[in-house]
């Protein structure tokens, strides 16, 4: 496993991060287009984990930055939903407390040599963020006519997310414990 090589993984999740300042200008003045910046950053996730694992292009620089640029786009959205008033402050605290405990944790395993692969409950967390993310930004946009109330929908999901994020939380840190000893 090597350290740092530019490759289609590391190229996705590098552009992840690119996309965000990209998302957040976007956004207020355009919620359509800006979850559309989401989606498609929301998307290299999934991508850039793929193709690691599909052509063997697993690096430790992947392995770090794959879960921040993660972090940041969740991180951004849910501070921009809190400044739209679409999402309560107290919410997003709580799940950008537990990224930053997850992954604190996984960067000290990793300088360790030990890796603490993402698990289901952490999987099914981003999922149901990304969900909430899309549907609180779209609330008011051009899919308003639509006969679901995507407010509620996304509110529903981002409880989801929040009780996931306690949950998963808790499993990453007892492997975390595990695997130190």
């Known amino acids: ?3 740092l090589r530019l490759n289609l993984p590391t190229i996705l999740t590098l552009s992840r991060i690119v996309l965000i300042p990209v ?5 207020y003045r355009h919620p359509f287009l ?5 989606g498609v950053a ?3 996730d999934f991508l ?4 690691a694992r599909r052509s063997g292009q697993i690096t430790k620089f992947g392995i770090i930055l794959d879960p921040l640029a993660d972090k940041f786009l969740v991180i951004s959205a849910l501070v921009v939903l809190v400044d739209m008033e679409r999402l309560s402050a107290w919410m997003a605290i709580v799940i950008i407390v537990r990224e930053f405990l997850v992954t604190g944790l996984r960067v000290v395993a990793l300088a360790k040599d030990i890796v603490i692969p993402a ?3 952490g999987k099914l ?4 963020q990304i969900t909430a993310v899309l549907c609180l930004i779209l609330m008011g946009s051009i899919l ?3 006969p679901l109330d995507l407010y509620d929908i996304g509110i529903t999901f981002i409880w989801i997310a929040l009780v996931l994020s306690v949950v998963s939380g808790v499993q990453y840190t007892v492997s975390f414990w595990k695997r130190l000893r």
């Open 34 to 38: 800006g979850a559309i910046v989401f």
């Open 23 to 27: 998302f957040v200008t976007i956004v």
């Open 42 to 44: 929301a998307i290299t």
């Open 1 to 3: 496993m090597s350290t």
């Open 125 to 128: 967390k981003t999922t149901a």
């Open 48 to 51: 850039d984990g793929y193709f």
């Open 119 to 121: 698990e289901m409950g």
């Open 144 to 146: 308003d006519n639509l």
